[in-house]
């Protein structure tokens, strides 16, 4: 648990992000548990934001996409 907290606190930048992906994951996936092309195109977009706040969390502070 001691761990789990660490990592939230070292990165913190990353959770908006981060959550943000997952809630995407959740609404792109269907009930056959595929998952379309443009939902994809959506998904790396954000996967590459939580990638660019890992890499420069001082430079990039909580990005969205529209």
Same mark, same amino acid.
């Given at each position: 648990?001691?761990?789990?907290?660490?990592?939230?606190?070292?990165?913190?930048? @990353?959770?908006?992000?981060?959550?943000?992906? @997952?809630?995407?994951?959740? *609404?792109?996936?269907?009930?056959?548990?595929?998952?379309?092309?443009?939902?994809?195109?959506?998904?790396?977009?954000?996967?590459?934001? @939580? @990638?660019?706040?890992?890499?420069?969390?001082?430079?990039?502070?909580?990005?969205?996409? *529209?």
């Amino acid at each position: 648990m001691i761990k789990l907290i660490r990592l939230a606190i070292k990165y913190k930048a @990353v959770l908006p992000a981060a959550i943000a992906l @997952v809630q995407e994951i959740e *609404k792109s996936i269907s009930d056959d548990g595929s998952i379309s092309r443009e939902e994809r195109s959506k998904l790396m977009k954000r996967f590459w934001v @939580v @990638v660019k706040t890992v890499q420069y969390p001082d430079k990039i502070q909580a990005t969205t996409i *529209k």
